[in-house]
């Protein structure tokens, strides 16, 4: 069976952050925190530069989930926001599942907290329904590498792609010659080796 080589496409994705809340992150150890928050807000900052349309959602948040990170709330101001009251499974609640049908968008970058759960049963359903659907891995968390590994492998055996928030921007980014300038800085702003990269290149457009 030949392969098909389905490029995320920056006019038919939309982004769903599922459950980074506070408490939840506190069960992340498949990450350091600070590099599992800068994954996190790399991808919002993708997101932005793009113009993805970006949805949020929480999972009883009143309760020991904790409320969403403000970072995300404050990146995303305008955007949709779906507090679940109770439902495990996003896509068990009819308002997140009306605001992705409201994008219009066939594609769905997913990432959250925790992997195997908030992550994997909202890709699961939406495969179910017929998305074609990105798990954005480096952005998604859980408790050791031996769930995140299972979860993984059930994803992707059901048709999901995994790839990395860097992955991802680049995929949407097709051509340097685009923006050299701002999505260069924008990699620079969440890879330390990059930012050395953007200044050597800076230095010798300047000569």
């Known amino acids: 069976m030949a392969f098909t080589y389905n490029r995320l496409n920056k006019d038919d994705v939309a982004l769903l952050m599922v459950d980074h809340q506070a408490g939840l992150l506190s069960l992340v150890r498949d990450f350091s925190p600070d590099e599992f928050k800068n994954n996190v807000l790399a991808l919002a900052?993708?997101?932005k530069f793009f113009n993805i349309p970006t949805i949020l959602t929480t999972s009883f948040e009143n309760g020991p989930n904790g409320p969403m990170v403000p970072e995300l709330k404050e990146a995303f101001a305008s955007a949709p926001y779906i507090p679940r009251p109770g439902q495990i499974?996003?896509?068990?609640?009819?308002?997140f599942v009306d605001a992705i049908k409201a994008t219009g968008k066939k594609q769905l970058l997913i990432a959250g907290v925790v992997t195997e759960v908030c992550v994997a049963f909202p890709v699961l359903s939406a495969l179910e329904e017929g998305y074609e659907v990105f798990v954005v891995t480096d952005a998604s968390?859980?408790?050791?590498q031996t769930t995140r590994d299972a979860s993984w492998k059930r994803m992707s055996q059901a048709g999901a792609q995994l790839m990395t928030w860097f992955g991802v921007g680049c995929e949407l980014h097709r051509d340097w010659r685009n923006d050299i300038e701002g999505f260069g800085g924008l990699l620079a702003g969440h890879l330390p080796?990059?930012?050395?990269l953007m200044q050597s290149y800076s230095q010798q457009a300047a000569v």
Not at 89 to 95: E, I, K, S
Not at 193 to 196: E, F, I, K, Q, V
């Open 45 to 47: 900052d993708i997101a």
């Open 89 to 95: 499974n996003a896509w068990d609640n009819q308002d």
């Open 141 to 144: 968390g859980t408790f050791n």
């Open 193 to 196: 080796a990059y930012a050395n």
